[in-house]
């Protein structure tokens, strides 16, 4: 099997990004992401436009993602698809259209976890970047899920700490909406306190026991903060808006780093790796590669167009559980809660 050349069509349907890949064993051939602007206009991703869209991008997606590996579709060894975590209406359309088409090429069809992809995308083989050893710590921080995942192996893996409401990247964009930032604002507030100062308002931490997480208090405050200074001062947003977005970011990567050291005291796993959309900010990323220096870790940042949903990392995980021979029939459904591990 370690020999043999094994191609991958992937596709990824787990939200508002229609996405669909080519792989050849572990490399990305291609990586074709539509991304559905019409939520902009509501501030939000609407689940029934959401599944609309995907219908409309899916046919085209994947034949651009063939055209641009430059293979045919009777090459294709396996269909790899994203069965959840996600939104139900969008997770059918990527499901129904993955099994069509493995029964029409009679292929193997292969589910595939959409978290477990973000940690697995760090075994994509890219030139000048080594992928994490066993075992490791994950951190995925995204729209949906802020999770501490201890990996021993590909398919071996516990959830050590996860958000008990809020996940982070929730916390970004609530906070850009109260500060009268388009959608999506969590990159807005990014690229603002990149000229703000981090200390200049104080924000409080919640205390929330083992490696769990908790962003609701803070978007509650960061809320109350606005409301009174705004009360006072009507242009205040408007006057310290770097500041403020520096604030707030610089908070949340505290409360990260506080938990991802937590992990590294508790397991003694000083190889830490980020997935998710959110690891696309540029201060977690500067936070991480600052703890390498101070503390002796390994961290493995991924490529940002690794850490936004795209169907290269579902791909990866459908080549690793090929050489398993871990296929799917066609009685699989979408599954809108799907656990790591379970």
């Not at 992937?10 to 990305?28: K, M, P, Q």
């Not at 590909?154 to 982070?168: H, K, P």
């Not at 397991?267 to 500067?286: D, F, L, W």
Request: proline share 4%; aromatic share 8%; with cysteine.
């Amino acid at each position: 099997m370690e020999n043999k050349t094994i191609y991958i069509l992937a596709i990824e349907s787990s939200c508002d990004d229609t996405s669909a890949a080519v792989l050849c064993n572990n490399r990305t051939l291609s990586n074709i992401v539509a991304t559905q602007k019409i939520h902009e206009e509501y501030g939000g991703v609407v689940p029934e436009l959401a599944s609309r869209a995907h219908q409309q991008n899916i046919v085209p997606v994947v034949h651009q993602a063939l055209a641009k590996a430059n293979i045919d579709k009777k090459q294709l060894s396996a269909i790899a698809f994203t069965r959840g975590p996600g939104l139900m209406g969008s997770l059918l359309v990527g499901t129904s259209f993955a099994k069509s088409l493995s029964l029409g090429l009679d292929i193997p069809l292969i589910e595939v976890n959409h978290m477990q992809a973000h940690i697995l995308s760090h075994f994509i083989k890219e030139d000048n970047y080594n992928s994490p050893s066993f075992p490791f710590l994950a951190m995925t921080i995204s729209g949906g899920h802020t999770q501490i995942v201890l990996v021993r192996d590909y398919f071996d893996m516990e959830i050590l700490g996860e958000s008990l409401d809020d996940a982070v990247g929730e916390a970004y964009d609530k906070s850009a909406k109260i500060l009268g930032l388009p959608y999506p604002g969590g990159p807005l507030v990014d690229k603002y306190a990149q000229l703000g100062n981090p200390n200049a308002f104080p924000f409080p931490k919640p205390k929330v026991d083992g490696l769990n997480f908790s962003f609701s208090g803070l978007k509650t405050s960061i809320l109350y903060f606005i409301q009174r200074e705004t009360k006072k001062n009507p242009n205040f947003i408007a006057e310290n808006r770097n500041d403020i977005c520096a604030s707030i970011q610089h908070t949340i990567i505290n409360i990260l780093m506080d938990k991802i050291k937590k992990a590294v005291k508790q397991t003694g796993i000083k190889q830490i790796a980020i997935g998710g959309g959110v690891s696309a900010n540029s201060g977690i990323r500067q936070a991480l590669q600052n703890a390498e220096k101070k503390w002796g870790w390994n961290t493995y940042i991924p490529k940002f167009e690794y850490c936004t949903d795209n169907a290269a990392m579902i791909g990866i995980v459908g080549y690793l559980k090929y050489r398993e021979m871990d296929f799917s029939d066609q009685s699989v459904s979408a599954k809108a809660r799907y656990v790591i591990g379970k």
